[in-house]
């Protein structure tokens, strides 16, 4: 669950990276293309998918702990997006890849159990 979390609100913050006119920004990824062609759409996916990353945060962690941990995780990820991606060390989709391994590993271990 907390993978999932972090997924919906690194594409959250991908989406509002994309329609940002300061950033730098590539056309190279499938995803970056579609956010910066239709700028209004992004904007509304980016905050639908907050507010879902928050939503499933409060059901899983409780209310404080929740919002807390929502606040830091997007914190974090908007950081690491605005360091990472004008440096082209990585790229969106090795860590949306890394995230879904995330997520087989984590059901992995939940039903293994």
């Given amino acids: 669950m907390i993978t999932l979390i972090t997924l919906t609100n690194l594409v959250a913050c991908y989406a509002f990276y994309n329609t940002s006119k300061r950033a730098l920004l590539n056309r190279t990824t499938f995803l970056g293309y579609w956010f910066q062609s239709n700028n209004k759409i992004s904007k509304f996916v980016g905050i639908t998918l907050i507010l879902i990353g928050m939503l499933l945060s409060v059901l899983y962690l409780g209310v404080t702990s929740g919002i807390l941990f929502f606040l830091i995780l997007f914190i974090t990820v908007l950081s690491l997006l605005i360091i990472v991606i004008p ?20 059901i992995i271990i939940a039903y293994a159990s």
């Fill in 87 to 106: 440096m082209k060390i990585v790229n969106i989709d090795k860590i949306l890849l890394l995230l879904l391994l995330g997520i087989f590993t984590e």
